[in-house]
């Protein structure tokens, strides 16, 4: 990736800051910085790029199972940190209902919002999609060639990386090509998390839509998708043999290496008509 125009470096960019280089050179570099969520008086921390935290926080807890769904979620208020004190930013939320020994038994397993497998504490990863509904069978229908279409729309919406090419992108999409929920952050989990708050909050109806990921496909961010009844998942790099096998025993489809007008289909191409 080349580095931007000097022009450039003078347009503000949402989630870039810009950075005198050793050689005398300006840089926008994408911004990392902690967020702390507190959950009835459970803390959690994350990295992540500032902006949408209310998206990345509903995807975060509809992508690890401690809501069903965005309603249930009552409040959420943001407290602004202050670096000179070491005070990080903070998003409290207040769920409609306490948080029952299955919830916080999930929060205190992700005490912290890591860039990991997402399986600490258990003994068969497959026990992370328990009480998650079934995919919808064949549902949605894509047209192939709608592949292709989905990963250019992501590309054209990734302008924090096309600054800077240091942060990750995640977009959800119908089969029609409507986008409902988009995200571009430094943690890829993170991305995902927004574009699945995003979509959530518009209403989408996350068991017909399909999710384009910008590297690969890995067991933590499968298992986000299919938490939230996403059926079909598209990456432009390869899975994970573990991502592989729990989209096959649920049923759902996984491609792989959605590169221009090449693509594999690793399982699932019932929902895949020519």
């Known amino acids: 990736m080349t580095n931007p125009a000097s022009d450039d470096l ?14 005398g050179r300006a840089d926008l570099l994408v911004r990392e910085e902690p967020l702390l969520l507190v959950i009835h008086g459970q803390q959690l921390l994350t ?4 902006g949408r935290d209310e998206d990345l926080a509903i995807g975060f807890l509809l ?3 401690i809501v069903a769904r965005a309603e249930a979620i009552a409040s959420m208020q943001a407290q602004q940190g202050d670096p000179d004190a070491q005070r990080t930013d903070e998003l409290h939320i207040t769920l409609r209902s306490a948080p029952d020994s299955l919830t916080r038994s999930r929060l205190a397993r992700t005490h912290e919002i890591r860039s990991s497998c997402g399986v600490c504490g258990l003994a068969d990863p497959a026990t992370v999609l328990e009480g998650t509904p079934p995919l919808l069978p064949g549902v949605p229908r894509i047209a192939t060639a709608r592949i ?17 090419g240091g942060c990750h992108g995640a977009l959800l999409a119908g089969n ?6 988009f995200g571009e952050d430094v943690g890829r989990h993170n991305a995902l998390d927004k574009a699945i708050g995003q979509a959530a909050r518009s209403g989408a109806e996350l068991a017909t839509t399909i999710a384009v990921l910008s590297g690969r496909a890995g067991f933590d961010l499968v298992v986000k998708c299919l938490r939230v009844q996403i059926p079909v998942i598209v990456s432009i790099s390869a899975p994970s043999s573990l991502a592989f096998d729990l989209c096959s025993a649920a049923g759902a489809t996984l491609v792989g290496f959605a590169r221009g007008a090449h693509h594999e289909v690793y399982c699932g191409a019932e929902r895949l008509v020519p």
Request: net charge positive; no cysteine.
């Open 10 to 23: 003078k347009k503000p960019v949402v989630g870039a800051a810009r950075r005198e280089l050793s050689s």
């Open 47 to 50: 990295m992540r790029t500032p």
């Open 63 to 65: 992508g690890e199972g």
């Open 148 to 164: 292709q279409e989905l990963v250019l729309a992501l590309q054209r919406r990734q302008e924090l990386f096309a600054a800077t």
């Open 176 to 181: 029609d090509g409507t986008v409902f929920g």
